[in-house]
């Protein structure tokens, strides 16, 4: 007869085994069954991306790559839908009860900014998201600084060849008597390099823009009025350029080398002083499914070939992650980053996120008027 003691022994020994055997056989929280979890749960529902309106090339290159490959894996129906600038609507919705959108990426860091000091966001889980992936400068707690886009300088080749004297910098937009004519400028006064551009060309110096001179900058602008062209998207101003209505522009640097890479446009661009900044990407508050909000956040980080894909065809990379995918060579010339970083200029968000209640209606009424604003 067994003793006490050997008892124990043998039924220690025996739920030992028992542990060791279940583990083997039932994968880890943190394996694959964890993933799937992630992933799971939400097949035929609609999985709203609100991305910035202006850019056509985001749109395609979302739902191409990221969005496709994360539609495949959990069922969603991926639809894209856009507003700009601002987040009135966001705070709209979210007193309605009613928030349409799972992911909202902003135009700006400025509204981002101002979303936040309203509380209009969730945290990133970074249980589930792994943020460590990310450049420390790319991210905060509510918000993936994503996409990170450039104003720059374009033109028609066939008027002024790279081989004879071309426009170098936003600046020259300005420049009347070496390049006459249209000249289209984006219909808004930030992201845009409209205000950047004016000051640089009245002579402020880069470092010095901020904050804006606005009596400086509309005065500047007035000398260049009779010819300037709006646009309102990246892909208006694409195609102001590809019917003549201008023949230099400020543009994205995102949509024109999609012209000229894709649909062979007689265009060209320069970096000088280009204005730059992020596309922050956040859950909003009233979300009606946060886990498919963050697993697509998860997979945004994760998904190399996803970001591969995205850079060779929009010429934005998607993150800043800390092991940056790497740009194919014939599309360094147009993604901001490397040598086309050498006179850039960060957009002061502060000051936006401070002026651009107040700036925007001036910026309207000269718009209309062509007067000064006090």
């Known amino acids: 007869m067994m003793s006490r003691r050997g008892w124990n022994s043998f039924a220690g020994a025996l739920l030992l085994g028992c542990s060791l055997f279940m583990s083997a056989a039932v994968p880890s929280v943190t394996g694959t069954r964890a993933e799937e979890d992630v992933y799971s749960g939400y097949s035929g529902e609609d999985f709203v991306f609100n991305g910035a309106s202006y850019s056509g090339t985001l749109k395609a290159g979302i739902m191409d790559t990221v969005g496709a490959d994360f539609a495949e894996k959990t069922g969603v129906n991926m639809i894209f839908d856009a507003f700009c600038c601002g987040i009135a609507k966001l705070q709209a919705s979210q ?31 970074p249980k589930i998201v ?16 994503a996409y990170p ?28 008597q070496s390049f006459p004519g249209k000249r289209c400028l984006y219909k808004y006064p930030q992201f845009g390099g409209t205000m ?14 901020y904050p804006l001179d606005l009596k400086r900058a509309f005065g500047s602008l007035n000398k260049i009025r009779d010819d300037i062209v709006w646009w309102s998207s990246g892909s208006q101003a694409i195609q102001q350029l590809t019917s003549g209505a201008c023949d230099l522009a400020l543009v994205w640097n995102g949509p024109i080398s999609e012209a000229i890479r894709a649909d062979g446009g007689p265009f060209a661009i320069a970096w000088g002083h280009a204005v730059w900044d992020y596309t922050p990407v956040s859950i909003p508050k009233g979300v009606k499914n946060e886990k498919a909000a963050q697993a697509f956040l998860k ?23 800390k092991e940056q995918v790497p740009i194919p060579d014939d599309i360094k010339m147009w993604v901001l980053g490397g040598e086309n970083m050498a006179t ?15 700036l925007l209606p001036k910026f309207n009424s000269w718009v209309v008027s062509g007067t000064i604003p006090e």
């Open 196 to 209: 950047e551009a004016a000051l640089l060309a009245d002579g402020v110096e880069a470092d010095k823009l």
């Open 344 to 358: 850039a200029i960060r957009e002061n968000d502060e000051y936006y996120t401070d002026n651009i209640e107040s």
């Open 95 to 125: 007193q309605s009860g009613n928030v349409p959108w799972t992911i909202v990426s902003f135009s700006t860091m400025t509204d981002l900014i101002l979303a936040k000091r309203a509380d209009l966001l969730l945290k990133i889980d």
């Open 149 to 176: 886009y450039a104003a720059v300088i374009a033109w028609n080749t066939d008027k002024w060849p790279l081989s004879a004297k071309h426009p170098e910098a936003i600046e020259d937009i300005f420049d009347t």
């Open 299 to 321: 997979m945004m980080v994760e998904n190399r070939a996803a970001q591969e894909k995205f850079v060779a065809q929009t010429a934005y990379v998607m993150m800043p992650m």
């Open 130 to 145: 792994p943020l460590d992936k990310l450049d420390p400068a790319g991210y905060d707690d509510y918000a993936i600084y």
